[in-house]
């Protein structure tokens, strides 16, 4: 039921129609009977949308694509680890009478460690990321931060060298691929993802090399590079682990309690099936 208690939150993104957030957050809501609202929001203009945020009462807002780098502009506050990515897809609103203060997280990292973590502790681990985009940053970046030895690869090889200095870590160029070892495989890029489910972002037969495979790539479920590397013995975790795990974070930083997780996995299988039928 919506009324003068409940409390607002959203999301913000252009598109932003196809969020899969607004059901993993309301399932969560009321699951465990919080009178909030989450619902999606496509700003015209990011000043404009965000003073309206902040005035209007809103309490906790996901931020996604395009608005991640630049919605920084106008927060009070940045965590260390969000500005380090240098991008904030969370951010929490404190209000003190009329004073409202905005804090600005970045729960992708929190997301992948923690479904990486579904199979092997990511601290003391080599870790083998492909891509070299904003995903590929949040995930390096919290890789690091728990404490697992990261390796880059990315088709551009220029970028990848970039974000790999950034990083402190080793590029690893596409000749040298049949070299690497590592307890762990993540695919940061969109190679796989439907209408081109038939692609694979590393040559299968190098599958065997890594105990984990991990996909963000969770359209379809099942990507091609999960499937090859299940059928070569690999553990692996699908892209809607990630998307739940982070979606988790935001909820216990705007709530403070612990997220329903089954329910919001739930939530997101119901709308990613919905969005197919
Ligand atoms: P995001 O911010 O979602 O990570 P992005 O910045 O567009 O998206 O980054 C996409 C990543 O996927 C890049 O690393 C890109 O490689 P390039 O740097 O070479 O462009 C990678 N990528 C996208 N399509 C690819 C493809 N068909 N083959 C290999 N890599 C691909």
Redesign the pocket.
């Known amino acids: 039921m919506i009324d003068g208690h409940t409390h607002l939150f959203g999301i913000i993104g252009d598109p932003v129609e196809h969020s899969l957030s607004p059901a993993m957050h309301n399932a969560a809501f009321a699951h465990l009977g919080l009178n909030g609202i989450y619902v999606p929001m496509r700003p015209t203009d990011l000043a404009d949308g965000f003073r309206g945020l902040r005035s209007l009462g809103f309490i906790g807002v996901s931020v996604t ?1 395009p608005f991640k780098v630049a919605i920084m502009d106008f927060l009070d506050a940045i965590d260390p680890v969000a500005r380090k990515i240098g991008a904030v897809n969370t951010l929490v609103f404190a209000r003190a009478g009329a004073t409202v203060r905005c804090t600005g997280h970045n729960t992708d990292w929190l997301g992948a460690n923690r479904a990486l973590a579904e199979a092997i502790d990511p601290a003391g681990r080599t870790v083998l990321v ?8 949040a995930v390096g970046f919290g890789l690091i931060e728990a404490g697992a030895r990261v390796l880059l690869a ?3 090889e220029a ?2 060298r970039e974000l790999a200095d950034q990083m402190g870590c080793r590029f690893i160029p596409a000749a040298e691929l049949a070299q690497v070892r590592a307890d762990a495989l993540i695919n ?4 796989g993802m439907a209408p ?1 489910a038939d ?1 694979i ?1 590393i040559d299968p037969e190098l599958l065997p090399r890594f105990r984990v495979v991990m996909d963000i790539v969770y359209a379809p479920l099942a990507t091609r590079l999960l499937r090859e590397a299940a059928a070569r013995g690999c553990r692996t975790i699908d892209g809607l682990t990630m998307l739940q795990y982070q979606g988790a974070a935001q909820f216990t930083l705007w709530t403070g309690r612990e997220a329903p997780h089954a329910v919001m996995r739930q939530a997101l299988l119901d709308a990613l099936q919905g969005r197919h039928s």
């Open positions: 694509v492909l891509g070299a985009g904003g995903a590929a940053r990315n088709r551009t970028k990848g940061t890029t969109s190679v081109h692609t972002p």
